[in-house]
């Protein structure tokens, strides 16, 4: 798992930086946001030219998954103090979630181990994001490291093709934002997504009733 997050984020990092995003920024936004997909998005949008309103927009949408991490976990962490509860939001990833749910199917209140997890993973990403922007900063700008967000989404998008709804919901979102290039304030990016996500839904909805 941890060599997942390491990749990642030493990726995420160099592609803040060949963005344009100062370095100090850089590894500051990761310490506070902590969430690797709305970061290299956002310095994708940022690089391009993309006005600010329609950046936060996209980072929100990215990570309205939190809410829903959220919601699932109320049953185990709602009795905790708000200054844990306040952690626990703050250490929420992907992986850490997963964990959590398994671990929570055979321990009833699994607040050590969410902290563990988390902290681990936290701690993995910063590391992570440090190096790649160290790297991203020592290496020619004329090198071109603006593919570095791209391949970002590529290698995380790639294991998450596991059924027809993801791979549906990829391709669909793939040809839209190809054939909606020419939209003014990028908002091709916004329309792929809507796409994507309406054709995951229906590719899901249509496996439930042919199974």
């Known amino acids: 798992m941890l060599v997942g997050v390491v990749a990642f984020g030493i990726i995420a990092g160099v592609a803040m930086v060949a963005s344009g995003i100062p370095p100090l920024a850089a590894m500051l ?3 506070l946001v ?4 709305s970061m290299v998005a956002s310095a994708q949008l940022l690089a391009s ?3 600010a309103l329609l950046v936060i927009l996209t980072t929100v949408f990215i990570n309205l998954r939190f809410m829903m991490y959220s919601a699932s976990l ?3 962490f709602q009795h905790e103090p708000l200054r844990w509860r306040l952690l626990f939001g703050y250490l929420i990833a992907d992986n850490v979630y997963g964990l959590t749910l398994m671990r929570a199917a ?3 209140a699994p607040r050590e181990f969410f902290l563990g997890a988390g902290v681990m ?5 910063q590391l992570a994001v440090a190096a ?8 020619p700008a004329s090198w071109r490291l603006e593919f570095a967000a791209p391949l970002a989404f590529i290698a995380m998008s790639i294991p998450m093709l596991r059924d027809r709804a993801m791979v ?9 934002v190809i054939a909606a290039n020419g939209l003014p304030l990028k908002l091709s990016i916004a329309a792929a997504a809507l796409a994507g996500i309406a054709a995951g839904m229906l590719a899901e909805r249509f496996t439930r009733r042919s199974g």
């Open 132 to 139: 790649g922007i160290l790297i991203g900063a020592g290496v």
């Open 29 to 31: 936004m990761s310490l």
């Open 34 to 37: 902590f969430a690797g997909a």
């Open 121 to 125: 993973v936290w701690a993995a990403w």
């Open 106 to 108: 055979t321990h009833p």
């Open 49 to 51: 030219g993309t006005p």
């Open 74 to 76: 109320r049953m185990h």
């Open 168 to 176: 549906a919901a990829a391709i669909v979102a793939g040809l839209t």
